[in-house]
Protein backbone atom coordinates (compact mmCIF):
# COMPACT_ATOMS: atom_id res chain seq x y z
CA UNK A 1 0.00 0.00 0.00
CA UNK A 2 2.80 2.57 0.77
CA UNK A 3 4.38 1.73 -2.38
CA UNK A 4 0.82 2.52 -4.29
CA UNK A 5 0.61 5.93 -2.24
CA UNK A 6 4.05 6.59 -3.24
CA UNK A 7 3.24 6.09 -7.11
CA UNK A 8 -0.19 8.07 -6.94
CA UNK A 9 1.84 10.63 -5.23
CA UNK A 10 4.49 11.08 -7.66
CA UNK A 11 2.26 11.24 -10.47
CA UNK A 12 -0.39 13.71 -8.66
CA UNK A 13 2.52 16.43 -8.40
CA UNK A 14 3.93 15.73 -11.91
CA UNK A 15 -0.10 16.60 -13.45
CA UNK A 16 -0.36 19.60 -10.72
CA UNK A 17 3.22 20.89 -12.20
CA UNK A 18 2.27 20.63 -15.63
CA UNK A 19 -1.23 22.01 -14.80
CA UNK A 20 -0.58 24.86 -13.34
CA UNK A 21 2.54 25.72 -15.33
CA UNK A 22 -0.02 25.46 -18.70
CA UNK A 23 -2.66 27.60 -16.97
CA UNK A 24 -0.07 30.38 -16.24
CA UNK A 25 1.65 29.97 -19.76
CA UNK A 26 -2.31 31.02 -20.75
CA UNK A 27 -2.98 33.31 -19.16
CA UNK A 28 0.49 35.73 -19.56
CA UNK A 29 0.03 34.35 -23.00
CA UNK A 30 3.83 33.63 -23.27
CA UNK A 31 6.00 30.12 -22.75
CA UNK A 32 7.16 30.12 -19.16
CA UNK A 33 9.41 27.26 -20.13
CA UNK A 34 12.45 29.14 -20.31
CA UNK A 35 15.75 26.52 -20.28
CA UNK A 36 16.31 27.29 -23.65
CA UNK A 37 16.21 31.09 -23.67
CA UNK A 38 18.58 33.73 -22.53
CA UNK A 39 22.78 33.45 -22.41
CA UNK A 40 23.30 31.39 -19.24
CA UNK A 41 23.80 27.41 -20.45
CA UNK A 42 20.69 25.51 -18.85
CA UNK A 43 20.93 22.63 -21.27
CA UNK A 44 21.83 20.03 -18.74
CA UNK A 45 20.20 20.91 -15.63
CA UNK A 46 16.84 21.01 -18.38
CA UNK A 47 17.86 17.12 -19.36
CA UNK A 48 18.80 16.43 -15.57
CA UNK A 49 15.19 17.14 -14.78
CA UNK A 50 13.24 15.70 -17.58
CA UNK A 51 15.39 12.02 -17.10
CA UNK A 52 14.62 12.54 -13.52
CA UNK A 53 11.20 13.33 -13.19
CA UNK A 54 10.55 10.76 -16.39
CA UNK A 55 12.11 7.99 -14.72
CA UNK A 56 11.31 8.94 -11.19
CA UNK A 57 7.16 8.66 -12.82
CA UNK A 58 7.90 5.78 -14.54
CA UNK A 59 10.48 3.52 -12.64
CA UNK A 60 8.27 2.80 -9.48
CA UNK A 61 5.76 1.01 -11.69
CA UNK A 62 7.79 -1.01 -13.15
CA UNK A 63 9.30 -1.92 -9.69
CA UNK A 64 5.54 -2.51 -8.63
CA UNK A 65 4.77 -4.26 -11.68
CA UNK A 66 8.12 -6.45 -12.06
CA UNK A 67 7.87 -7.41 -8.15
CA UNK A 68 10.59 -8.22 -6.49
CA UNK A 69 11.62 -11.94 -7.92
CA UNK A 70 12.14 -10.35 -11.39
CA UNK A 71 14.39 -7.11 -11.15
CA UNK A 72 17.79 -7.42 -11.57
CA UNK A 73 20.45 -5.49 -10.36
CA UNK A 74 19.57 -2.37 -10.86
CA UNK A 75 16.12 -2.73 -9.73
CA UNK A 76 16.60 -4.53 -6.70
CA UNK A 77 14.98 -3.61 -3.70
CA UNK A 78 16.73 -3.15 -0.31
CA UNK A 79 14.50 -3.45 2.55
CA UNK A 80 14.88 -0.80 5.21
CA UNK A 81 12.08 -1.77 6.85
CA UNK A 82 8.52 -0.73 7.54
CA UNK A 83 9.39 2.48 9.63
CA UNK A 84 11.82 3.69 6.80
CA UNK A 85 9.24 2.99 4.21
CA UNK A 86 6.38 5.11 5.69
CA UNK A 87 8.79 7.88 6.37
CA UNK A 88 9.86 8.03 2.62
CA UNK A 89 6.03 7.77 1.68
CA UNK A 90 5.11 11.20 3.98
CA UNK A 91 8.41 12.69 2.54
CA UNK A 92 6.96 12.13 -1.27
CA UNK A 93 3.50 13.36 -0.06
CA UNK A 94 4.78 16.34 1.45
CA UNK A 95 7.55 17.33 -1.12
CA UNK A 96 5.15 17.50 -3.62
CA UNK A 97 2.76 19.53 -1.47
CA UNK A 98 5.30 22.20 -0.74
CA UNK A 99 6.99 21.67 -4.09
CA UNK A 100 2.97 22.74 -5.71
CA UNK A 101 1.95 24.68 -3.09
CA UNK A 102 5.03 26.89 -3.38
CA UNK A 103 5.03 26.87 -7.42
CA UNK A 104 0.92 28.32 -6.84
CA UNK A 105 2.45 30.88 -4.74
CA UNK A 106 4.34 32.07 -7.29
CA UNK A 107 1.53 33.06 -9.14
CA UNK A 108 2.86 35.14 -12.31
CA UNK A 109 6.54 34.97 -11.03
CA UNK A 110 6.62 31.63 -11.84
CA UNK A 111 9.21 30.00 -14.77
CA UNK A 112 10.76 27.05 -15.19
CA UNK A 113 14.01 28.17 -15.88
CA UNK A 114 15.56 31.62 -15.87
CA UNK A 115 16.56 34.04 -18.90
CA UNK A 116 17.23 37.53 -18.76
CA UNK A 117 13.98 39.59 -19.85
CA UNK A 118 11.57 37.04 -18.76
CA UNK A 119 11.60 37.52 -14.88
CA UNK A 120 8.86 38.13 -13.09
CA UNK A 121 8.82 39.96 -9.93
CA UNK A 122 10.26 39.10 -6.44
CA UNK A 123 8.14 36.84 -4.35
CA UNK A 124 9.77 37.03 -0.70
CA UNK A 125 6.57 35.81 1.21
CA UNK A 126 4.87 32.97 2.21
CA UNK A 127 7.16 29.72 1.48
CA UNK A 128 9.60 32.52 -0.31
CA UNK A 129 10.10 33.68 3.03
CA UNK A 130 11.49 30.59 4.87
CA UNK A 131 13.88 29.11 1.58
CA UNK A 132 14.63 31.00 -1.41
CA UNK A 133 14.48 27.62 -3.26
CA UNK A 134 10.94 25.76 -1.49
CA UNK A 135 10.06 24.26 -5.22
CA UNK A 136 13.32 22.75 -5.35
CA UNK A 137 13.36 21.68 -1.57
CA UNK A 138 9.80 19.90 -2.53
CA UNK A 139 11.33 18.12 -5.15
CA UNK A 140 14.43 17.20 -3.98
CA UNK A 141 12.14 15.77 -0.39
CA UNK A 142 10.11 14.16 -2.88
CA UNK A 143 12.92 11.95 -4.55
CA UNK A 144 14.57 11.26 -1.53
CA UNK A 145 11.42 10.33 0.22
CA UNK A 146 11.18 7.69 -2.94
CA UNK A 147 14.53 6.55 -2.60
CA UNK A 148 13.09 5.51 0.90
CA UNK A 149 10.06 3.59 -0.59
CA UNK A 150 12.03 1.99 -3.20
CA UNK A 151 15.43 1.91 -2.16
CA UNK A 152 17.02 0.64 -5.60
CA UNK A 153 20.37 1.25 -6.92
CA UNK A 154 18.49 3.30 -9.77
CA UNK A 155 16.11 5.24 -7.97
CA UNK A 156 19.05 5.99 -6.00
CA UNK A 157 20.70 7.67 -9.18
CA UNK A 158 17.56 9.37 -10.19
CA UNK A 159 17.68 11.33 -6.68
CA UNK A 160 21.17 12.36 -7.09
CA UNK A 161 20.51 13.42 -11.00
CA UNK A 162 17.51 15.44 -9.85
CA UNK A 163 19.69 17.08 -6.51
CA UNK A 164 22.59 17.52 -9.57
CA UNK A 165 19.85 19.34 -11.67
CA UNK A 166 19.09 21.54 -8.91
CA UNK A 167 22.21 22.58 -7.71
CA UNK A 168 23.28 23.80 -10.81
CA UNK A 169 19.93 25.45 -11.98
CA UNK A 170 19.99 27.38 -8.06
CA UNK A 171 23.60 28.95 -9.41
CA UNK A 172 22.39 29.72 -13.00
CA UNK A 173 19.04 31.24 -11.45
CA UNK A 174 21.03 33.36 -8.89
CA UNK A 175 23.44 34.87 -11.39
CA UNK A 176 20.43 35.83 -13.59
CA UNK A 177 18.44 36.95 -11.07
CA UNK A 178 20.92 39.16 -9.35
CA UNK A 179 22.38 40.52 -12.69
CA UNK A 180 18.50 41.28 -13.68
CA UNK A 181 16.75 42.47 -10.73
CA UNK A 182 19.97 43.73 -8.57
CA UNK A 183 19.74 44.99 -5.39
CA UNK A 184 16.30 43.92 -4.18
CA UNK A 185 17.38 40.80 -5.09
CA UNK A 186 20.76 41.43 -3.07
CA UNK A 187 18.83 42.08 -0.09
CA UNK A 188 16.34 39.25 -0.65
CA UNK A 189 19.84 36.80 -0.91
CA UNK A 190 20.68 38.48 2.27
CA UNK A 191 17.40 38.22 4.15
CA UNK A 192 16.39 34.60 3.29
CA UNK A 193 18.79 31.55 2.76
CA UNK A 194 18.79 29.00 -0.25
CA UNK A 195 17.39 26.08 1.34
CA UNK A 196 16.03 26.30 5.05
Given amino acids: MIDIIAVLAVWAYIAGFLLL ?7 MGEPVWLFAKGRERQAIPAMLFRLAFLL ?27 AIRIAGMTMV ?31 DTGPFSLSRNPVFAGQIALFVGLVLVFTTVLQLAIAIALVIAVMLQVTIEERVLSKELGPSYDAYRQRVRRWL
Fill in 93 to 123: LAGGLIALYAQHYMGKSWRIGAAEGHLGAIV
Fill in 21 to 27: TARLAKQ
Fill in 56 to 82: GAILPLVSLWLGPQQSGFLLSRCDLGL
